[in-house]
């Protein structure tokens, strides 16, 4: 069956310009999350959707960061006026529901590369 | 409170040998602990999971062994094979919280 699948897979951008990265959970899963792993790191948690439920967004690092999911299905994650610091790989995975230690399973990511 | 420490870093163990790779928790509200697998250019995937009521759960070669008192749980690879390279995650939650926090994370080598 299909997985969670994110686009693109690589992404090559200059300083300053925004990039809007993708991601199509499993279908019927209603939890989302978007996780940030840097070269060799591990996984940092940005923001995580639930449903119809108000994000959290806890995990975001700054303002230029935002993220939406529209009809409960596909979500952007885009990073406004990129910085060096941003590159990284940006996972996104999706679980049938959140908590009751629910599996993520997790897309292969976009590796975003900063100029 | 909230971090999980895993160690070591980075692991190099011959074929057939046994890898362990081992975590720590301080929040004794956490009740399951997952082990994630990632190759590289792709994204985790859930490996093997445990739940305190039991000091271990094992499947096929992997195992993972559970010290409630301690707070450490581990992963253990039995016969340990090239396929095995990979990186491992471990991480914990509470059943009520969807957050999982996660250790940064074990580059394991298995050479032939």
């Known amino acids: 069956g299909a997985g969670v699948s994110q686009s693109p897979s690589n992404k090559v951008t200059e300083k300053g310009k925004d990039v809007e990265l993708r991601c199509d959970p499993i279908?019927?899963?209603?939890?989302l999350y978007w996780y940030r792993q840097s070269l060799g790191q591990g996984l940092e948690f940005l923001i995580y959707?639930?449903?119809?439920?108000?994000?959290?967004k806890s995990g975001l690092p700054s303002d230029r960061f935002s993220a939406e999911r529209t009809g409960g299905s596909v979500s952007t994650l885009t990073i406004q006026r990129t910085q060096q610091e941003d590159s990284a790989v940006y996972l996104c995975?999706?679980?049938?529901?959140?908590?009751?230690?629910?599996?993520?399973?997790f897309g292969d990511g976009t590796r975003l590369s900063i100029l | 409170q909230q971090q999980v420490k895993q160690s070591p870093q980075s692991l190099i163990v011959q074929k057939g040998g046994i890898s362990i790779i081992n975590c720590a928790y301080e929040n004794t509200a956490f009740d399951y602990f997952p082990w994630y697998q990632q190759f590289p250019g792709k994204g985790p995937a859930l490996l093997i999971a445990i739940r305190p009521d039991v000091s271990e759960k094992k499947e096929g070669r992997f195992t993972i062994s559970f010290n409630k008192s301690a707070k450490q749980f581990s992963l253990h690879i039995m016969d340990s094979q090239p396929g095995d390279s990979a990186t491992y995650f471990c991480a914990a939650s509470r059943t009520s919280n969807y957050q999982l926090i996660w250790g940064a994370g074990t580059k394991l080598i298995i050479k032939p």
């Open positions: 959707f639930q449903g119809n439920s108000a994000p959290d």
């Open positions: 995975a999706s679980s049938p529901r959140g908590g009751d230690n629910q599996p993520q399973h």
């Open positions: 279908s019927g899963h209603t939890a």
